[in-house]
C-alpha cells in the first residue's frame, strides 16, 4: 500500500521586536501578511490559521544608517513588501504564472532603488539600508529570500536545525565554509561588514532565493542579529524545541527576545517564528 501523506493544514506564529539595553531608536522592523487570493491583511504578533487557500508572508528587515536613517530604511522596505507581494499574489490567485525568484527579485529590487533614491536625494539619509528576510508560506511550499545578516532557521521535524539564509559577510563565508567557528565569527572584528545589502551605498542587488517543502512539526525562525548576538546555536534549538516548563509559558518568539537581551541585548532585538501544524 502506498503511504499517505497528510499535508499540513494550519501555520502558527509568533513575533516580537525589542529595543535593547542600549539602542535609542528600534531600526529592526517586522510584518506578518496574509492574502486569500481577494485582500491581504495584517497579522497581529501572535495568531494561527489555516494554509489551506491561503498565503502568508512573514518578513524581518534590520536597518543601518546615521541618525534615524536605520529605522527609516526598514520600515521603507517593509512597506514595499506589503504593496508589492499582494500586488503579485492577486495576480497569481487569478491564474497568471509567476515564479518566487521573479517575485523576490522584483520586490528586492524596488526596494533597493527606493533606498538609493532617497539617499541620493536627502543628506539625512546618505548610505542608509537595511537587510530583509523573507518567508513566503503556500499551501505546498515555504519560498524564502534574503539580504544580509538577518537570518532564517529551519528546523524540521525530524530534528536537528539549519541556517537556510547566507550571511552576506565575509565572516559569514569563513563560517560557512569551516575556516572559522561559531564562536570566532561572533567575535570577529569584521562580523558587521556586509557586502550585499539594500540600499547602503551597493550598487546591485542579488538576493538569495530558495524553496523548502514543509511537513507538519517544522518550525521557522526569521530574526535580526540581534538574536544571535545573544544566543548560540545551541541555545536556538533548545528554547524553541526543548523549552522547559517555564520557558513553555511564554510565546516562542518572546522566549528567544528575552533569553538574547538577558545574555545580550547591545543591538535592536527582533524574532518571527513560524510553526507548521
Known amino acids: 500500500m502506498s503511504e499517505i501523506v497528510i499535508r499540513p493544514q494550519k501555520v502558527r ?57 536605520g529605522e527609516f530604511a526598514s520600515k521603507i522596505v517593509v512597506e514595499k513588501t506589503m504593496k508589492l507581494l499582494p500586488k503579485s499574489l492577486r495576480s497569481r490567485a487569478s491564474g497568471m504564472e509567476i515564479g518566487f525568484q521573479d517575485l523576490f527579485e522584483e520586490l528586492f529590487l524596488e526596494s533597493h532603488k527606493a533606498l538609493c533614491y532617497l539617499g541620493a536625494c536627502y543628506p539625512e539619509c546618505a548610505e542608509m539600508g537595511c537587510t530583509l528576510s523573507l518567508c513566503w508560506i503556500t499551501p505546498e511550499w515555504l519560498y524564502f529570500g534574503h539580504i544580509g545578516d538577518s537570518r532564517i532557521y529551519y528546523f524540521p521535524a525530524k530534528g536537528g536545525m539549519k541556517q537556510v539564509s547566507h550571511d ?34 551597493h550598487q546591485f542587488v542579488d538576493p538569495q532565493v530558495g524553496a523548502i517543502g514543509y511537513e507538519s512539526g517544522d518550525i521557522f525562525l526569521i530574526c535580526s542579529d540581534g538574536i544571535t548576538d545573544g544566543l548560540w546555536d545551541k541555545n536556538l534549538l533548545q528554547l524553541i524545541r526543548e523549552p522547559d516548563l517555564e520557558q513553555q509559558k511564554t510565546a516562542p518568539a518572546n522566549r528567544l527576545v528575552e533569553a538574547a537581551l538577558k545574555n545580550s541585548g547591545k543591538d535592536n532585538t527582533t524574532a518571527v517564528i513560524l510553526e507548521i501544524l
Open 168 to 201: 552576506d559577510s565575509h565572516v559569514g563565508w569563513l563560517l560557512r565554509s569551516g575556516k572559522i567557528t561559531e564562536r570566532e565569527a561572533r567575535n570577529h572584528p569584521r562580523k558587521n561588514a556586509l557586502q550585499k545589502a539594500l540600499g547602503a551605498g
Open 13 to 69: 506564529w509568533s513575533a516580537l521586536s525589542h529595543l535593547g539595553h542600549f539602542r535609542k531608536n528600534n531600526e529592526d522592523c517586522f510584518v506578518g501578511l496574509t492574502f486569500d487570493g481577494k485582500e491581504g491583511l495584517y497579522l497581529g504578533k501572535t495568531g494561527e490559521n489555516t494554509i489551506v487557500g491561503h498565503d502568508f508572508v512573514f518578513a524581518v528587515s534590520d536597518g543601518m544608517g546615521g541618525a534615524k536613517a
